[in-house]
């Protein structure tokens, strides 16, 4: 089965709809929402809708965040989601992590297209930086400096999946998108 680790800082507006997708998606086996240094409802709100809700009292960055939540996971293939994500399906999750669970790559990672023209265009530009991915946790403890990458966590998850020569497949995100910072 799958854990699904969704780094967050005040998301309180887009958690509980992703968190509650989720939790009804059977290929997940649990949700974990680590709230990094949050001053909003972002952790009650995702505990309400269903997540297992790890809080850092200080925030240490996304890939922090992230290497919490992988710690705290309890299985062999790990979904990363963005918290801020505005029109995740299940279908688009259920293609992050079938070709991780089903051992055709190594890595997914999530493009979104007719989404928001911001977003698609900068994923044109460098689908890398996509926080949607899929992932096996072998890889990721493989990996030393992810939890000190703060927000080039991407890069960090790409750099180390073309040095070591990793089957990374990328998986359309249609209809997708995220809160852009002038929004939040």
Do not use: W
């Amino acid at each position: 089965m799958v854990s699904a680790v969704i780094p967050a800082l005040n998301e309180e507006e887009t958690i509980s709809d992703i968190v509650e997708l989720l939790v009804s998606i059977e290929l997940l086996d649990e949700v974990i929402v680590v709230c990094d240094g949050c001053t909003d409802n972002t952790a009650q709100l995702a505990r309400e809708a269903g997540a297992r809700v790890i809080e850092l009292a200080q925030n240490v960055g996304k890939g922090g965040a992230m290497m919490v939540g992988v710690r705290a996971a309890r299985n062999d293939v790990i979904l990363f989601l963005d918290a801020d994500l505005i029109g995740l399906n299940e279908q688009g999750v259920i293609n992050l992590v079938t070709p991780v669970i089903e051992g055709k790559a190594d890595m997914t990672v999530g493009i979104f297209e007719k989404g928001r023209v911001a977003t698609d265009f900068a994923q044109t530009i460098a689908p890398f930086l996509s926080g949607q991915r899929a992932v096996k946790r072998s890889l990721l403890e493989g990996m030393s400096d992810l939890d000190a990458s703060r927000f080039g966590v991407e890069i960090a998850l790409t750099r180390y999946a073309v040095e070591n020569n990793l089957v990374v497949e990328e998986i359309i995100l249609r209809d997708m998108t995220h809160r852009m910072k002038e929004e939040k």
